[in-house]
């Protein structure tokens, strides 16, 4: 019998994310546009300082996306056509292709079935005389082992990219992802833990690179905007090198700024959450939820569950029920080999990322979700695992 049937009102669907935005948020956007300053400035500044000094980095570059932010950090290592960048297959398509937008040939490397993420073994399997550089990346939230992999890649010469869209608030051996990272790669996307609508950031402690990203994301210019707008002189400013416009608005560093002082509290609640779904699932036969290595704390930007060989429906089966159930979930990390834009693109075998990406699903979670649509979301997948 349906809810028409009985005159009763269906509950409300599930989204799988909505970002923590408020009032604080609509004032902050409101006071930069009041301000008569929009584009790159001042506010961008403060949120480069305060990110960076979030996560334990000598320098912030604010940048219009983590996609912008890995192309930039890919210039700043020189690398270009006949060099090798090993990247995992098991993320968004974007990893790979920043290696393709510098000529560079991306690797696919396999990752561990715990975390989803590269380790130096499987780093080690695809790497040949080609390889340049690693690009590590803290896949939904779950930090990657990058003490080990620094270790590795110092050991080999390699230098090694942090990509860490999702890793903000996330930690390793008690420290912020990103910290005393060569550069890493921040995104500020809706589905991130924090948000700026679009947006990203690049951290490092080098202050020449820093200097170089800086001109680079403004078209190579020597001076910025900003500072010619300041200087009560005219500047006539020189473009040292072929640049990109990949700024950040004054608009959205100011919801930033609200939302990197919100950060804490976002965080220990998606724990929180986690930590529910982790007890509530247990007693559910053929999930695998994801969790906390051992070498770190995640924030769950994505809380994901990997289904059993044997579970009673396939992973595309489940996902279609959750729908007709009003839970909006997703299929789990994808795989960029297997995607249509890598057709041709040779790989090695990459059993572990084939079995994640077929078999594994994310689930809502999301910084307001209740412990009512909680219990939905499992009660749900009980009932498809035969639980009852």
């Keep these: 019998m349906s809810s028409q049937d009985t005159g009763a009102a269906a509950p409300a669907r599930i989204p799988v994310m909505i970002p923590w935005l408020g009032e604080d948020e609509a004032r902050a956007a409101a006071d930069a546009v009041l301000s008569g300053w929009v584009a790159q400035g001042p506010r961008v500044a403060e949120f480069e300082r305060a990110f960076a000094e979030r996560v334990g980095a000598e320098h912030g570059i604010a940048v219009s996306s983590c996609t912008t932010a890995l192309h930039l950090s890919l210039i700043a290592l020189d690398l270009g056509p006949g060099d090798e960048v090993v990247v995992p297959s098991l993320s968004f398509i974007a990893t790979a292709n920043a290696v393709r937008y510098v000529g560079a040939q991306p690797v696919f490397a396999d990752v561990e079935e715990a975390t989803g993420n590269l380790t130096p073994a499987t780093v080690d399997a695809v790497r040949t005389p080609r390889t340049k550089a690693v690009i590590a990346v803290h896949q939904g939230g779950v930090p990657a082992d990058v003490h080990a992999l620094r270790a ?163 992973r595309d089966e489940l996902l279609a029920a959750l729908a007709e159930a009003g839970i909006s979930a997703r299929r789990g990390i994808m795989a960029s080999h297997l995607e249509p834009a890598y057709a041709g693109h040779g790989a090695a075998a990459l059993p572990v990322t084939e079995r994640i990406t077929r078999d594994s699903l994310i689930l809502p979670l999301f910084h307001t979700m209740t412990e009512e649509q909680q219990d939905r979301v499992v009660a749900a997948l009980r009932a498809q695992a035969g639980g009852g």
């Design 152 to 314: 590795a890649c110092a050991d080999r010469g390699l230098a090694l990219v942090e990509d860490a869209a999702c890793g903000i608030g996330a930690t390793v051996g008690g420290k912020p992802v990103g910290q005393g990272a060569l550069l890493a790669a921040w995104s500020f996307h809706p589905r991130k833990v924090i948000t700026t609508g679009e947006g990203g950031m690049v951290t490092t402690d080098d202050a020449a690179w820093a200097e170089r990203l800086r001109r680079l994301r403004e078209h190579g210019m020597n001076v910025s905007a900003a500072q010619r707008h300041a200087s009560s002189k005219p500047i006539a400013e020189s473009y040292l090198e072929v640049g990109y416009n990949y700024r950040m608005t004054d608009i959205q560093a100011a919801v930033g700024l609200v939302q990197l002082g919100k950060l804490d509290e976002i965080v220990a609640r998606r724990r929180f959450l986690a930590a529910r779904y982790a007890q509530l699932l247990a007693g559910v036969p053929g999930l695998t939820p994801i969790r906390d290595p051992s070498h770190g704390e995640g924030n769950f930007q994505s809380y994901w569950v990997l289904l059993a060989e044997d579970f009673p429906v396939g």
